[in-house]
């Protein structure tokens, strides 16, 4: 009996290393929360999931609503809380990350839809711009709050807003849209594997 309590106390300070917590999960060296919190409101995590091109693992990305949700429109037609949390997994250029997310909002946004909030995305794609290089690392967080609109944060420090729900449903697309930037990611931030 001595024996396995020796054997017990012995091997008890190895325990953290091997225990995982419930509340986050890893993503290629990256910790993603279960949980966030956006103001007052309480969010889950959504999905989470990786952006990939060719053999490289270009970023994480989290979405987190106030519930569950698994089909995209479902998450683009409700106007709840809702953030986006990027982690980047490689050093990227300001001019790189405008054009991604051009492509990205013209793939998955009709003409109306971004004549109608043209100089919010044009504001933003300047603020992109002028946040510089991205390094390894580096957090970039969407939060969206009803009545309010979109606030950027990089690195925990906010960078900039944007009024309206369109303007959010519409950067929101170039993960969700019809023509998402990976179907894969699309399918883990709804809650399946990617």
């Not at 060719?54 to 953030?83: G, K, M, N």
């Not at 949390?85 to 793939?107: P, Q, R």
């Given at each position: 009996?001595?024996?396995?309590?020796?054997?017990?106390?012995s091997?008890?300070?190895?325990?953290?290393?091997?225990?995982?917590?419930?509340?986050?999960?890893?993503?290629?060296?990256?910790?993603?929360?279960?949980?966030?919190?956006?103001?007052?409101?309480?969010?889950?995590?959504?999905?989470?999931?990786?952006?990939?091109?060719?053999?490289?693992?270009?970023?994480?990305?989290?979405?987190?609503?106030p519930?569950?949700?698994?089909?995209?429109p479902?998450?683009?037609?409700?106007?709840?809380?809702?953030?986006?949390?990027?982690?980047?997994?490689h050093?990227?250029?300001?001019?790189?990350?405008?054009?991604?997310?051009?492509?990205?909002?013209?793939?998955?946004?009709s003409?109306?839809?971004?004549?109608?909030?043209?100089?919010?995305?044009?504001?933003?794609?300047?603020?992109?711009?002028?946040?510089?290089?991205?390094?390894?690392?580096?957090?970039?967080?969407?939060?969206?709050?009803?009545?309010?609109?979109?606030?950027?944060?990089?690195?925990?420090?906010?960078?900039?807003?944007?009024?309206?729900?369109?303007?959010?449903?519409?950067?929101?697309?170039?993960?969700?849209?019809?023509?998402?930037?990976?179907?894969?990611?699309?399918?883990?931030?709804?809650?399946?594997?990617?």
């Amino acid at each position: 009996m001595r024996l396995i309590a020796r054997l017990c106390l012995s091997l008890f300070p190895l325990l953290p290393g091997l225990i995982t917590p419930a509340h986050a999960r890893d993503l290629d060296g990256v910790q993603v929360a279960d949980r966030a919190s956006q103001g007052s409101a309480s969010l889950v995590l959504n999905g989470a999931g990786l952006r990939s091109f060719l053999l490289f693992d270009i970023y994480v990305l989290a979405l987190y609503l106030p519930e569950p949700v698994h089909d995209a429109p479902s998450v683009l037609e409700r106007d709840t809380p809702r953030q986006v949390c990027i982690t980047l997994l490689h050093d990227v250029s300001a001019d790189h990350n405008v054009e991604l997310l051009k492509k990205g909002l013209d793939a998955n946004n009709s003409p109306q839809t971004l004549a109608a909030i043209q100089g919010q995305v044009g504001q933003f794609l300047d603020l992109i711009r002028h946040m510089g290089a991205f390094p390894k690392g580096s957090v970039i967080q969407l939060d969206y709050q009803p009545g309010t609109g979109t606030q950027v944060w990089l690195n925990h420090r906010l960078a900039g807003s944007f009024p309206g729900e369109a303007f959010n449903r519409a950067i929101l697309r170039i993960w969700l849209g019809d023509h998402p930037v990976q179907p894969s990611l699309k399918a883990a931030l709804l809650g399946g594997t990617g």
